[in-house]
């Protein structure tokens, strides 16, 4: 299992990539970037941090 620290610190830079796309991207990558950090939100609160 990941670490906690582990798990924020990939949210983070999931919602960095994810801003950035919007900016620069088309819709279909700020989709599948938005999908990836919903999953990673999904595993820190189904691991109860």
Do not use: H, P, W
Request: charge should be negative; glycine fraction near 2%; include cysteine.
């Amino acid at each position: 299992m990941i670490s906690k620290e582990e798990l924020i610190c990939e949210i983070e830079k999931a919602r960095e990539k994810l801003n950035k796309s919007i900016d620069f991207d088309d819709s279909d990558t700020i989709y599948k970037r938005s999908v990836e950090l919903d999953k990673l939100i999904e595993q820190y609160i189904t691991a109860g941090y």
